[in-house]
């Protein structure tokens, strides 16, 4: 098992500093299939797939996380699968990230961790940071909702507050990474190892007869990452018969990832979107979404400001409170039911964040 830059490059996976500037995200080489006969049942939430994951059981440690409701619901009158990720631990299905990424970092004896997040991210790493005792700081941009900047310090994390854009947070926390673990849930492959349960729970909870079409947030693409690496080990292991259709959501003010998959030039829209977890500007892995979703058979929505809204007050009408990043992905999904849905197609989407914690 060793890392792999995008350029081809190998690392060991013990290597202290794990990432610089050069590094670039790293993909994970050689970890372990998929068999169905291996589930770990008696196993709390996304533990159940330890056998696949590069953890060993002495720093199993959990906070509940992961094996998460699977609704069927109708939105404006087409049915549809939800997962309801935003009853995680911290409130978002970063937890799936950060549960296997911490029980990596006890593993190799790492003391302390630095991570940079516009929230989310952030209060999940420190979360489970604070499961296995280790010393974390975030660095977080000035504009971030100060909830989340609660919590973070509630679980005992140090909150480094960064003028400028979330591009010049991430800057910062590459610096800082030169000294100190990187906990990065967009550059380190640990973090989707985790989010790839994410598929293994929607076949398993599917029977293995899994939905044709999925409807996931692309920020950085955490989740949309490593669901498709978890419904291809599925493919692979001949347990299903196709990858789903990949389909990302962004939001119209900060949409990279549309641009690139519609070959356009990217322009930046001037103000701050509802939807803050997923505008991101930059993200470090857009070509591996771009071919997510090229490969798939996908495409990339945008959703305007006046849909998000609106979808968060249509999905609390039916008594589920989300933040205005999972209403985004609402809205791409009631567009896509609307304008795409053909006969007999099985759509799945998540709430991947809770509201309390937000604006
Ligand atoms: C992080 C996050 C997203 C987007 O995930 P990416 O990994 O940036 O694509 C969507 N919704 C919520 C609630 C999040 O916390």
Known sequence: MHYQSENGKVYPVHREQLINDQTGPLNLVGSAGFDPALIRKELPGLWRY???????????????????????????GYPVQV????????GSYKDRGSAVLLAWCRQLGVPEVVQ????????????????HNIQCTILVPESTASAKLKQMEAYGAKVLRIPGTREDTA??????????????????PLFFEGTKTFAFEIAEQNHWDIPDTLILPAGNGT???GAYLGFKILFEQGITSFIPRMVAVQTAMCAPLQAAWRSLPFVLQEGVSLAEGIAIAEPVRLRQMLNIVQETGGMVLAVDEESIADSRTYIASKGHYIE?????????????????????????TLFSGHGLKSK
């Open 50 to 76: 330890l056998p696949f994951l590069p953890i060993e059981e002495p720093y199993l440690k959990t906070l509940g996380e992961g094996m998460t409701p699977l609704l069927e619901m109708d939105l404006d």
């Open 83 to 90: 997962k309801l990720e935003h009853l995680a631990p911290s």
């Open 116 to 131: 940079d997040s516009s929230g989310n991210a952030g209060a999940s790493v420190a979360a489970y940071a604070a499961l």
């Open 171 to 188: 800057r910062a926390a590459l610096q800082y990474a030169s000294h100190t673990y990187y906990a990065s849930h967009c550059y380190h």
């Open 223 to 225: 989740l949309l990452i």
């Open 324 to 348: 205005p990043t999972s209403a985004a992905v609402i809205a791409g999904a009631r567009n896509y039911l609307k304008q795409q849905l053909t006969p007999g197609e099985k759509v799945l």
